[in-house]
């Protein structure tokens, strides 16, 4: 199952420090946590997945996150743009908040080899 989060969740602070833009609230996503289906990921397009391991672990990692409707039709699909992190470590905000911040930036707009 994918879900998006909508507006006014902790995350939200997230993408605006890394200077990102949240897919599922640009595309008009308004509740907290919902399940998107394949139209809604599609639409939605986002350039990259950021995931947390234990998910993307139960997805079957990378190839299988691939194989979720629509996901394979989103640009980061297409460029298999995926970002993981621990769960514990992705959901914790506190005093790591700035480290994780930094680990999260270097992942996502670090070049790509």
Do not use: C, H
């Not at 939200?12 to 897919?23: Q, S, T, V, Y």
């Not at 905000?93 to 911040?101: C, K």
Request: cysteine-free; hydrophobic content about 45%.
């Amino acid at each position: 199952m994918v879900t998006g989060e909508g507006r006014g969740l902790d995350a939200d602070a997230f993408f605006e420090a890394l200077g990102a833009e949240d897919a599922g609230t640009a595309s008009g996503m308004t509740s907290e946590f919902v399940q998107v289906n394949s139209e809604a990921m599609v639409a939605a397009a986002p350039d990259l997945l950021l995931t947390m391991t234990d998910g993307l672990a139960s997805a079957g990692g990378p190839e299988g996150l691939q194989k979720m409707p629509g996901v394979g039709q989103t640009p980061a699909g297409k460029n298999q743009r995926v970002v993981d992190m621990a769960d514990g470590v992705l959901l914790s905000f506190g005093p790591n908040t700035g480290r994780v911040l930094a680990a999260l930036s270097d992942a996502i707009y670090a070049p790509t080899k």
